[in-house]
């Protein structure tokens, strides 16, 4: 695989953080949700007004993972009241790495990863937070691996379905 480019997504990418934040949620999610919940949970949280909104917030930042001039994958970070809970000046929350399954195994995880690493590092946190699914075994195993600890839980709803997310850290 050719080189991976992290870059800033700019408001003209709109159209792409859509089709990439569905896809790559629908992969990883559809097979243990219902259709129905699915449907919903992606008309809702990856419509043109959301993404646009989120992509204008001063506390939320997205980044794309390219390879070949395709986007492969990406980050969506938040900062003091962006944060979905510990809305907290000393973190900062990674909501979402995500990557299309076909690169899967390839490391682009891990190289978004250390982006939000090294913007942590830059604005100079006291920690990184996230939430991650309990019944994602994978991205579990991956934040442990980079040294994420869980301290907590909370829900996350998906259509009318209740979930558990595990709350895991890092301390910096």
């Known amino acids: 695989m050719k080189k991976i480019v992290i ?34 949970y992606l008309e809702d949280s990856f419509s043109i007004e959301k993404l646009t909104e989120e992509l204008n917030n001063e506390n939320s930042e997205f980044y794309f993972a390219i390879s070949d001039e395709k986007v492969i994958g990406y980050l969506k970070l938040n900062f003091g009241n962006s944060q979905t809970e510990l809305q907290d000046n000393s973190s900062l929350e990674i909501e979402r790495i995500y990557v299309l399954q076909e690169y899967h195994g390839k490391k682009i995880g891990q190289v978004l990863y250390e982006k939000a690493m090294q913007i ?27 040294g994420f600890v869980e301290f907590d839980k909370h829900i996350f709803k998906l259509g009318n379905d209740e979930q558990t997310d595990i709350m895991m850290m890092k301390k910096f």
Not at 16 to 37: C, Y
Not at 121 to 146: C, H
């Open 7 to 40: 870059r800033a997504v700019e408001i003209e990418d709109i159209p792409v953080l859509q089709e990439i934040g569905r896809q790559t949620f629908f992969e990883t999610f559809s097979e243990n949700n219902t259709e129905e919940n699915m449907v919903k």
């Open 120 to 146: 942590a590092s830059n604005k100079n946190v006291n920690y990184v937070w996230l939430g991650v699914w309990e019944e994602n075994p994978r991205a579990i195993r991956f934040y442990q691996k980079n």
